[in-house]
């Protein structure tokens, strides 16, 4: 399984971005999820989905402004970000794991990782 993550970028506080992560390989049954790490911090966790769609979880940090959806048929996860702050500055990861597996809110839970895309909030 390869991910590819895209859609970073440089936004003022306030704006908007979604970000998409696209898999390559057998995903099915997979739980995808959004990790990020700011300079000098640990990486931490954003967000998941189940394969299914109906199940998600969601940080803290997140909750109210981040939304992760996916699309099966595209094998593409998204995790749409809105009302970004300065603190939401970071390089952002997607990750997989198999649906055996279990897990969603830490780094070992996942198997596979993309190569991150940054996300810069200018205040």
């Known amino acids: 399984v390869q991910l590819q993550a895209s859609g970073g970028g440089l936004v003022q506080a306030g704006g908007s971005l979604r970000l998409s992560c696209a898999a390559s390989?057998?995903?099915?049954?997979?739980?995808m999820g959004w990790f990020r790490q700011a300079p000098g911090k640990e990486r931490e966790f954003v967000a998941a989905i189940h394969w299914s769609g109906g199940i998600k979880y969601n940080a803290e940090s997140g909750k109210g402004r981040f939304t992760i959806s996916r699309d099966n048929a595209k094998n593409t996860v998204y995790l749409q970000m809105n009302s970004l702050k300065p603190e939401d500055t970071a390089l952002y990861y997607c990750a997989a794991r198999p649906r055996g597996s279990v897990g969603y809110y830490s780094q070992p839970d996942y198997n596979y990782w993309g190569q991150g895309t940054q996300v810069t909030v200018s205040s």
């Open positions: 390989g057998r995903t099915s049954g997979y739980v």
